[in-house]
């Protein structure tokens, strides 16, 4: 049972590339969810979903997009990344009012 | 808005012994959960404890138990026996009962002494 996988662990990109983040879960969660983490900050709400083809903004969704096609996977976007996202990216699901399982962390640099 | 403040950026503890870690949060909502997750250096994070507003029993989990007073806005974690694999970051977080969004804390880095 895999939890939650995110796809790629690592990466660096320049400023102004574009890339995707895969994130799938296999446990049939409705909600599912993209967080960022900074030094000496928690993990804050980028964009979230409720359900297959539905995707919400967060906290913090500016320069960023997400799609979400199928249910066991949601997918973030940076069209032209710039340094200031430079971060620790997290997804996470669950079932409505229970628990969010986190996936391992995506380490993204932007030079 | 809801806000969640953990004042101890690092605390330390010798194995064996106790600590507590403070979180206090700001709501107006009476209906809510609350949580602590813990991160290891291998950035997993995972779910310590949870607490129901609703319950005045503080939740237990083992080693790990909350003093939560609802009135103070307080959620504090104990974290009895401190082993060293208890080495992590610790985060609160909030939940209201209407959303499925979590609201973190700043975290607090907790090391553990042989």
């Known amino acids: 049972n895999a939890g939650v996988t995110q796809t790629p662990k690592f990466r660096v990109l320049k400023t102004g590339q574009s890339m995707t983040l895969l994130c799938a879960q296999d446990?049939?969660?409705?909600?599912m969810y993209w967080y960022r983490q900074d030094p000496g900050m928690g993990l804050r709400l980028i964009h979230y979903?409720?359900?297959?083809?539905?995707?919400a903004k967060g906290e913090v969704p500016d320069g960023y997009n997400v799609s979400r096609l199928k249910k066991q996977n949601f997918l973030l976007g940076l069209e032209s990344a710039a340094p200031s996202q430079t971060s620790v990216y997290f997804c996470?699901?669950?079932?409505?009012?229970?628990?969010?399982?986190f996936g391992d962390g995506t380490r993204l640099s932007i030079l | 808005a809801q806000t969640v403040t953990q004042s101890q950026p690092e605390m330390s503890v010798q194995e064996a012994e106790t600590v507590t870690l403070s979180c206090t949060y700001d709501?107006?909502?009476?209906?809510?959960?609350l949580f602590w997750y813990k991160q290891p250096p291998s950035r997993q994070m995972i779910l310590v404890i949870r607490q129901e507003a609703y319950k005045q029993q503080n939740a237990t989990e083992n080693r790990f138990s909350v003093n939560f007073q609802k009135a103070a806005k307080s959620f504090s974690l104990k974290i009895s026996d401190s082993q060293l694999g208890d080495a992590a970051m610790y985060f609160c977080a909030y939940r209201a009962a209407d959303t499925d969004k979590l609201i973190f804390g700043t975290g607090t880095r907790l090391q553990v002494f042989p």
């Open positions: 709501t107006s909502e009476s209906d809510y959960y």
């Open positions: 446990m049939n969660h409705e909600y």
């Open positions: 979903s409720v359900g297959e083809g539905t995707t």
């Open positions: 996470a699901s669950s079932y409505f009012a229970q628990p969010q399982h």
